[in-house]
């Protein structure tokens, strides 16, 4: 089993100051409290002058293309997902995304490195008996969208041409 946590490339000139308007309350972007975010927002964001849209943001939740949502939905058709329009009104400048509340999953091992506050983590080791089965999950009880996603849909989502993706291989024991 190999799993990799994606993150959003940040080495391009991607949207910032997304939900300025806090249209979206991302105390509820997990899959528990889904149902308090409506299922379309429209949410502000601020571009840089040549803007790139990569298929995967998380930062500030966690917001995926359609190419990705399409994959995650064949591989864990119980995700919920909510639509979110992502507007800059003065260049009228538009995309949209899918916010997606995957599966939660406790599944750091004791060898997972986390910062001083224990709120970040940096350096992820997975528990085989509580990843295996997951294709694609987020790791339980960080605000952070930590992301991790098997191989195989790893390959599927590159099949599909995803741009401005960062992964990483984690470690699984």
Do not use: W
């Amino acid at each position: 089993m190999r799993f990799f946590l994606v993150e959003t490339d940040t080495g391009n000139h991607i949207p910032y100051g997304i939900n300025i308007n806090k249209a979206v309350d991302f105390r509820y972007a997990n899959r528990e409290d889904a149902y308090k975010i409506p299922n379309c927002c429209v949410v502000d964001m601020k571009t840089p002058r040549e803007v790139f849209f990569p298929d995967i943001l998380t930062e500030p939740f966690l917001m995926v293309s359609r190419e990705m949502a399409d994959v995650i939905e064949m591989y864990t058709p119980q995700t919920i997902f909510k639509t979110i329009y992502l507007l800059e009104a003065d260049r009228e400048i538009h995309a949209t995304y899918f916010m997606p509340f995957v599966e939660e999953v406790e599944c750091l091992s004791d060898q997972t490195k986390k910062s001083r506050g224990g709120t970040e983590l940096l350096e992820i080791v997975l528990r085989r008996d509580a990843v295996a089965g997951k294709p694609i999950f987020r790791i339980a009880g960080f605000t952070h969208p930590y992301l991790i996603v098997r191989l195989d849909a790893i390959e599927s989502m590159l099949r599909r041409g995803v741009r401005g993706i960062r992964l990483k291989e984690l470690n699984v024991v």
